[in-house]
């Protein structure tokens, strides 16, 4: 069984910093993607940032130049970076482990968090 535990999250001003971790435990052989996702009320759930394992980095072009997406293989964790936020960055925040291998050779699983807010407001 894999979890994964998101942090960071909170309430911030617009043109604050938040920095957003998510944690993956259990037997873990190998993770192909982690990303963060957003959900705002009345929204559908959509894609902030992917790194693949290797370092393929990819964002959604309203968070470009404003947030970083980084990752630590040895700890199964990705971290978010948010600088420069703005009111409509205020959503829930989803951690997202896609091509997850329990072992070698294994089947491949996607694991979502259970999601951290995250609230710009003056």
């Known amino acids: 069984q894999v979890h994964l535990v998101e942090s960071g999250g909170g309430l911030v001003q617009p043109g604050g910093s938040l920095t957003l971790s998510c944690a993956a435990s259990?037997?873990?052989?190998?993770?192909?993607?982690m990303g963060w996702y957003r959900q705002a009320p009345g929204k559908q759930r959509e894609l902030v940032a992917t790194?693949?394992?290797?370092?393929?980095?990819n964002y959604e072009d309203s968070v470009k130049g404003r947030f970083t997406i980084s990752r630590d293989n040895a700890k199964n964790t990705v971290y978010l970076q948010m600088n420069s936020l703005k009111p409509e960055d205020t959503a829930v925040y989803y951690c997202?482990?896609?091509?997850?291998?329990?072992?070698?050779?294994?089947?491949?699983?996607?694991?979502w968090g259970q999601g951290t807010q995250v609230t710009v407001s003056s």
């Open positions: 259990g037997t873990i052989f190998s993770i192909g993607a």
């Open positions: 997202k482990a896609d091509s997850v291998r329990l072992r070698i050779g294994g089947h491949t699983y996607l694991y």
């Open positions: 790194i693949i394992d290797g370092g393929r980095i």
